[in-house]
């Protein structure tokens, strides 16, 4: 019995032996990634129209696209705030005539957004965010509706500004 259990740890020692005498080495790679700030923005419509309607049945006068839906990542130091503006480009104009952009205000849904009214001067907090992320909510946008507005077709332009410190 010794004698087969000899026989079977030199056929099995024998031919590893030259995996014992094996020599190793290691060594080390140095892997970086760079990972730059960021900011997108997504709008789902590009214009919005407020049909009119009766001052005395509807005294504010809602966009046609219902919620404008807004999508908005960026990628920023751990603790910066993220924030979304919206300024107007002027008032309401139509030729001459103007209707004040301050009779312009939105409701928001989503986390991190804010309603608000409309400016020509200072730009207006739509939402805000700490650190990295992508968040998605609405804007629902009304205009104050009045028998004092002269005819007409009133356009102004709105510039939604992202801030990934």
């Known amino acids: 019995m010794r004698r087969l259990l000899a026989l079977i740890v030199a056929l099995v020692l024998v031919p590893a032996a030259p995996l014992l005498r094996a020599a190793s080495k290691t060594d080390t790679l140095t892997v970086s990634a760079t990972v730059a700030a960021r900011a997108k923005l997504t709008l789902s419509s590009a214009s919005m129209t407020f049909a009119d309607a009766d001052p005395d049945t509807v005294p504010s006068m809602p966009a046609n696209i219902g919620a404008l839906t807004i999508t908005a990542g960026a990628r920023t130091t751990l603790g910066s705030t993220v924030s979304l503006v919206v ?64 005819t007409g077709t009133y356009t102004t332009t709105l510039t939604y500004t992202l801030t990934a410190p």
């Open 87 to 150: 300024l107007a480009s002027s008032d309401l104009q139509s030729g001459l005539d103007t209707i004040a952009v301050s009779n312009m205000a939105w409701t928001a849904t989503g986390a991190g957004f804010v309603a608000g009214t409309m400016n020509k001067t200072t730009a207006q907090a739509v939402g805000s965010w700490a650190s990295s992320g992508l968040w998605s909510g609405t804007q629902s946008y009304a205009v104050a509706n009045s028998w004092n507005y002269s």
